[in-house]
């Protein structure tokens, strides 16, 4: 069975910075995408980064410059590293990864306070 693992998450004042982690294990072939959304109290869930298999990237507009996705396809695992975290970050992050299916973490918490 497939499962995705998030870590990473935690309570920071703004302007400091967390690195998400996301592993996927089972029998997945092979992944050719990974990705971050969030969920905010309130608020619709919103696409916050991906990345395929070929290092191509795409970011929300409200975390451009601050937000950097990237991957190890060896240990099919993507990473989100956040700079500059702002209040408005707080939020349940999920992975979500591709692999012919489509699979869902559980999420991992945010929460950044001024």
């Known amino acids: 069975q497939v499962q995705l693992v998030e870590s990473g998450g935690g309570l920071v004042p703004a302007g400091e910075s967390l690195r998400l982690s996301c592993a996927a294990s089972g029998k997945i072939f092979r992944i050719d995408y990974m990705g971050w959304y969030r969920q905010a109290p309130g608020k619709q869930r919103e696409l916050v980064a991906g990345i395929n298999a070929g290092g191509s990237t795409n970011y929300a507009d409200s975390v451009k410059g601050r937000f950097t996705i990237s991957r190890d396809n060896a240990k099919n695992t993507v990473y989100l590293q956040m700079n500059s975290l702002k209040p408005e970050d707080t939020a349940v992050y999920l992975c979500?990864?591709?692999?012919?299916?489509?699979?869902w973490g559980q999420g991992t918490q945010v929460t950044v306070f001024s």
């Open positions: 979500t990864a591709r692999g012919g299916l489509v699979y």
